[in-house]
């Protein structure tokens, strides 16, 4: 089945701890990218990868890490979460936006920092 | 720099009419893509409707349509036939040949028996 896995799918923790989410494809596609969702701001956009090795920053980046070493695999990093990180996160997957693709999403993480 | 708004944080419908949910964009590109993904108590985004710029006609999924206005930049929603598991939220979202896909901040769409 195609899928993107993310883990965990609930995670509380304490300011300053670092703390990873993975995430995970499996359609072979190019292109990842991590999004928080909160109340009236919709989706935007974190970081985005569009191959092995080659990451960019999106709309909110601060605060957040991210590395693609394996194509299928697209790790989120906080290395000091703070409470305005606490948010509902997304993965997705695609090919290429430019030709119209749909974005897989994860089933999202929902992070509480306190 | 794209925008997407979405004017109706909250709308309701009775079961079996029909709704249309608001969204105007803002873009300084040629080619590109608008969709419509609805999220469910779940939290699981599924794509409900896509559609292309370069197309005039607009896109229709089953019960789900959209009026693309591209000049006035507006792409609206169309559910007909409503249905309780239409409950959802709903993100209008716009992408470009980059690799940022922007999404509106969402309408709560609550269908009622």
């Known amino acids: 089945e195609a899928q993107v896995t993310q883990n965990p799918r609930y995670l509380i923790t304490v300011t300053g701890k670092k703390l990873t989410v993975t995430c995970s494809q499996n359609m072979n596609h190019e292109y990842m990218s991590w999004y928080r969702q909160d109340p009236g701001l919709g989706l935007r956009q974190i970081y985005y990868s569009m191959n092995v090795e080659v990451t960019d920053k999106g709309d909110v980046p601060e605060g957040y890490k991210v590395s693609r070493k394996e194509k299928r695999n697209f790790p989120l990093i906080l290395e000091s979460p703070s409470p305005n990180q606490t948010s509902l996160y997304f993965c997705?997957?695609?090919?290429?936006f430019g030709q119209g693709a749909e974005a897989f999403f994860g089933q999202g993480t929902r992070l509480t920092v306190v | 720099a794209q925008t997407v708004t979405q004017s109706q944080p909250e709308m309701s419908v009775q079961e079996a009419e029909t709704v249309t949910l608001s969204c105007t964009y803002d873009t300084s590109e040629n080619n590109y893509y608008l969709f419509w993904y609805k999220q469910p108590p779940s939290r699981q985004m599924i794509l409900v409707i896509r559609q292309e710029a370069y197309k005039q006609q607009n896109a229709t999924e089953n019960r789900f349509s959209v009026n693309f206005q591209k000049a006035a930049k507006s792409f609206s929603l169309k559910i007909s036939d409503s249905q309780l598991g239409d409950t959802a939220m709903y993100f209008c979202?716009?992408?470009?040949?980059?690799?940022?896909?922007?999404f509106g901040g969402g309408t709560r769409l609550m269908v009622k028996p």
């Open positions: 979202a716009s992408n470009n040949a980059g690799n940022m896909l922007t």
């Open positions: 997705a997957s695609s090919s290429p």
